[in-house]
């Protein structure tokens, strides 16, 4: 075919006087590119600070967009207001009031003793002899006692009650004057003493021992209790109270 056309119109002209290049489009000019450039990992700034601040801790409160009355105003402790007429912000509780759940009028449970009439009529303190209905003494809540027991009070009564707590002992070693040596909670003393007395030692502290009633809650105490009673009976066990196969080990401990 090609033959043909030429053998037709023979032409001295060249078929093409320029060099074939491949179609293309208009060079991107370099502004726009670095524009783009740019534009693509400026994008990124937030994605990098969004991963930054699921990591990092601040002491700023978070930016907040929408109040939906996260800020108002309010008054600080000590500020005075115009609103009343004694000119304080901070209101007392009405006379009388008690906090839900804290009616606490059960003192067998919540004192350990009750105030009775004494000889010369003013009121004295009278011990419970026993543990108060709600406290079941099982082996579950003297194993909390125990638990209780090692975390606060064998620091200075030591684990066997006996005295050989480390503040105990290093205070007794460095020979303070001013340390009293901890009672031993098996003596004949203190297993005289009623189990409301003993919780009362634990709520509010006893002569030289401070309470524990902030740390330890009520319930906790009553267990605490439990446990110390069952140390006193530990170390002043009868032989009987040994199964027969233990008695000889018991026996060698105690030595
Ligand atoms: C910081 C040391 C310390 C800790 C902890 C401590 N006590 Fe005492 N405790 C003492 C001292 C000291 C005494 C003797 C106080 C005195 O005679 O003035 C004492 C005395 C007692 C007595 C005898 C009170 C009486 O009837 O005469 C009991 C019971 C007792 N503690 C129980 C406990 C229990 C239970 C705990 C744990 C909740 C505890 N203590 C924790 C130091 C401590």
């Not at 060099?19 to 693509?40: N, Q, Y």
């Not at 990591?55 to 939906?68: G, M, N």
């Not at 003793?113 to 011990?127: H, I, L, N, S, Y």
């Not at 009673?229 to 040994?242: C, D, I, K, T, W």
């Amino acid at each position: 075919m090609a033959h043909d056309t030429h053998d037709k119109t023979p032409s001295t002209l060249p078929y093409a006087t320029y060099e074939v290049h491949a179609p293309r489009l208009p060079r991107i000019p370099f502004i726009a590119v670095s524009v783009g450039l740019i534009a693509v990992v400026g994008s990124w700034i937030p994605l990098v600070l969004f991963a930054r601040a699921r990591v990092i801790t601040s002491p700023e409160p978070r930016v907040s967009f929408v109040q939906d009355m996260g800020t108002q105003p309010r008054y600080n402790a000590q500020q005075s207001s115009e609103v009343f007429e004694d000119g304080r912000a901070a209101r007392l509780p009405i006379p009388g009031t008690v906090a839900r759940g804290h009616l606490d009028e059960d003192d067998h449970y919540f004192h350990g003793f009750t105030r009775v009439k004494g000889e010369d009529g003013k009121p004295v303190a009278k011990f419970f002899d026993t543990f108060p209905e709600r406290v079941k003494v099982t082996p579950a809540l003297v194993k909390r006692g125990q638990e209780r027991f090692n975390i606060y009070c064998s620091v200075c009564h030591g684990l066997d009650g006996t005295g050989h707590g480390q503040v105990n002992e290093m205070a007794i070693d460095d020979k303070d004057p001013k340390w009293v040596p901890v009672a031993s909670l098996p003596s004949d003393a203190v297993r005289a003493r009623p189990v409301g007395h003993i919780y009362n030692t634990i709520n509010v502290g006893i002569r030289n021992m401070s309470g524990y009633g902030a740390q330890v809650p009520v319930a906790d105490r009553w267990a605490i209790v439990a446990y110390v009673r069952s140390l006193q009976y530990g170390q002043n066990a009868p032989e009987e109270a040994v199964p027969a196969d233990k008695r000889n080990s018991a026996q060698a401990a105690a030595k």
